[in-house]
């Protein structure tokens, strides 16, 4: 009996959703400038014995890291415009904060999720995910 090697396992630690404010302009579809509320996941994969220290601390560095970005306005973004601006934002980011705790991660991907409301441009009420991830293996 021949037994294979076991799958590589993918590990990863998710932190959030972490609440957020944005506004855009949509050219590519012609919308104006308008606002959201929506939330971000974060997806570090954990490449050692351990990974992304989520702590209270540590969680708010990188939520104000975050904010840095969503507070100015995305122009001629749309949403996967912004959903890359953040990963591109994120991707080697290591705050001040998370270096005495260790651990070895790296970004894997992020989660976009916005908020939409029954508005003047048509959007809808529901929430709509945009996500940007690392493919398996690619380093």
């Known amino acids: 009996m021949t037994t294979s090697p076991a799958p ?11 609440p ?9 579809m012609g919308l104006r400038a308008h606002s959201h509320t929506g939330a971000v996941t974060v997806v570090y994969d ?10 209270a601390v540590t969680n708010a560095a990188l939520e ?22 953040l990963f591109a934002h ?4 290591v705050a001040r904060e998370w270096e005495e705790w ?3 991660y790296r970004l894997h991907a ?7 409301v ?7 009420n529901s929430t709509t995910r945009y996500t940007v991830a690392r493919s398996q293996g690619a380093h």
């Open 46 to 55: 954990t490449t050692g014995r351990h990974g992304y220290p989520s702590f």
């Open 90 to 93: 994120l991707d080697g980011y």
């Open 20 to 28: 957020i404010f944005f506004t855009n302009v949509n050219r590519p």
């Open 64 to 85: 104000r890291h975050i904010h840095e970005l969503t507070r100015t306005v995305f122009k001629d973004a749309t949403n996967e415009d912004i959903a890359d601006r």
């Open 102 to 104: 260790g651990g070895d």
């Open 118 to 124: 029954h508005d003047a441009i048509g959007h809808d």
């Open 8 to 18: 590589a396992l993918l590990r990863t630690v998710e932190v959030g959703p972490i």
């Open 110 to 116: 992020i989660h976009l999720d916005v908020i939409g």
